[in-house]
């Protein structure tokens, strides 16, 4: 008996210790605790929520607590240690790797040290922690936003920027240039024209831009690996400038590349094109979709199915989700003043994907090779506009373009 009560007496203890928090999401009297931060020991006030409904709606950014208690209780200082983790999930990227069945011939090379970003720079609410605070909770992941007149000019002026920053890393793109070059190069082209490379620290994205060789669908991770003649390459841009953020990506050659492998990028090219060609007023996002879906099947490539396009604004990643396979239920229609980026992603075999162990690096489940697409859209009262279109100064580097 005396043991019931003396345990009794701890559970109120608890009780009454946990009452007196705060929820971590509304500032709520909060009586639950997250699991998780419990067991890594974490404060017990960055771990209690009022309701199970506040727990689910900070998931996304809360569980970036967890991994970063992990890391500062593993390896050390990632930073010190010269990035030689991928922060996303403390897994090693040297050839210490645990057993991995790779599906095709790439593996991963050590990542370079952090680039430093200047004091003047202007900053997302994730560059010092990795994690992003309002993007999770903003009604914008449920309501496409009509952009106001001040915003457009914004994205606009950013774009336009992003833009600049893709064509300096195309024009450095060759056979044994690494791609942690290409993304000193982005990284140093942001900071001159005064953005804030968005990708960097990103939910703990260790560089300025993704680089996906060969096989790798997206989110490859730049690291001291050459590229090779023969390969191809995607460099996905993302910048952030008065508040507004911008995204693209074309997907490159390097050096003399076989004549599938070129398919599959003028098809990738056509069917981002054939996307955009339908954007306008009226017309219902999972219709996408169904565009692009045709025009790759019909080229006998297959359209990867776990990513998709996304609004952008003064949030990274909003509403609305634009699936880019036929038969998708996307929800919504277009309206002037949205917006928003297709980025179809097209595979030489089939679409499924696996994900390496750094938790970044997807790839092609059959190991063939993927090629991507991007552009930023506004919708206009008539049709689109091509915010992160070409410039006249842009490398001519695709043979179709200059047919």
């Known amino acids: 008996m005396d043991q019931v009560k003396s345990r009794l007496r701890l559970l109120n203890a608890i009780m009454a210790d946990v009452a007196t928090l705060s929820c971590a999401r509304c500032s709520k009297p909060a009586n639950l605790q997250c699991p998780k931060c419990v067991e890594l020991k974490l404060p017990r006030e960055d771990a209690a929520f009022?309701?199970?409904?506040?727990?689910?709606?900070?998931?996304?950014?809360?569980?970036?607590?967890?991994?970063?208690?992990k890391q500062s209780n593993g390896a050390g200082n990632p930073e010190n240690e010269?990035?030689?983790?991928?922060?996303?999930?403390?897994?090693?990227r040297t050839p210490k790797l645990p057993y991995f069945d790779w599906t095709g011939t790439l593996r991963p090379y050590p990542i370079s040290s952090k680039r430093v970003v200047p004091a003047h720079i202007d900053l997302p609410d994730w560059a010092a922690d990795g994690i992003p605070k309002e993007e999770p909770s903003s009604d914008l992941q449920r309501v496409v936003e009509?952009?106001?007149?001040?915003?457009?000019?914004?994205?606009r002026e950013t774009c336009r920027i992003a833009r600049e920053v893709l064509d300096a890393a195309a024009r450095v793109?060759?056979?044994?240039?690494?791609?942690?070059?290409?993304?000193?190069?982005?990284?140093?082209?942001?900071?001159?024209?005064?953005g804030y490379p968005s990708p960097l620290n990103y939910h703990f994205f260790p560089k300025s831009c993704c680089t996906s060789v060969n096989e790798v669908i997206c989110h490859g991770i730049p690291d001291a690996r050459k590229?090779?003649?023969?390969?191809?390459?995607?460099?996905?841009?993302?910048?952030?400038?008065?508040?507004?953020?911008?995204?693209?990506?074309?997907?490159?050659?390097?050096?003399?590349v076989d004549e599938e492998s070129r398919r599959l990028v003028q098809c990738t090219y056509e069917c981002l094109e054939k996307a955009i060609s339908i954007v306008k007023?009226?017309?219902?996002?999972?219709?996408?979709?169904?565009?692009?879906?045709r025009h790759a099947t019909m080229a006998g490539f297959s359209v990867a199915k776990s990513y998709c396009g996304h609004g952008i604004g003064e949030l990274f990643h909003c509403a609305?989700?634009?699936?880019?396979?036929?038969r998708n239920k996307a929800v919504g229609v277009m309206k002037a003043g949205q917006t928003f980026t297709i980025e179809p992603m097209i595979n030489a075999g089939i679409w499924r994907d696996r994900m390496w162990p750094d938790g970044w690096t997807d790839?092609?489940?059959?190991?063939?090779?993927?090629?991507?697409?991007?552009?930023?859209l506004l919708v206009t009262e008539t049709g689109v506009e091509v915010l992160t279109a070409r410039l006249p100064s842009s490398p001519k580097v695709y043979p179709w373009l200059d047919a």
């Open 50 to 69: 009022c309701t199970q409904d506040c727990f689910k709606a900070s998931w996304s950014s809360h569980k970036s607590v967890h991994l970063k208690a």
């Open 82 to 92: 010269g990035w030689q983790y991928c922060l996303k999930k403390g897994q090693g």
């Open 146 to 155: 009509i952009k106001t007149p001040d915003q457009i000019e914004r994205m």
């Open 173 to 194: 793109i060759r056979p044994g240039i690494t791609t942690d070059e290409i993304d000193r190069v982005v990284h140093d082209a942001t900071i001159a024209a005064g």
């Open 227 to 256: 590229l090779e003649d023969g390969d191809i390459v995607n460099v996905d841009v993302s910048v952030f400038y008065k508040g507004v953020h911008a995204d693209l990506n074309d997907t490159y050659f390097v050096g003399n």
């Open 281 to 293: 007023p009226g017309v219902r996002f999972r219709e996408v979709g169904e565009v692009i879906n």
């Open 320 to 326: 609305p989700n634009i699936p880019h396979y036929a």
């Open 363 to 376: 790839v092609t489940a059959d190991g063939k090779r993927s090629a991507q697409f991007e552009h930023t």
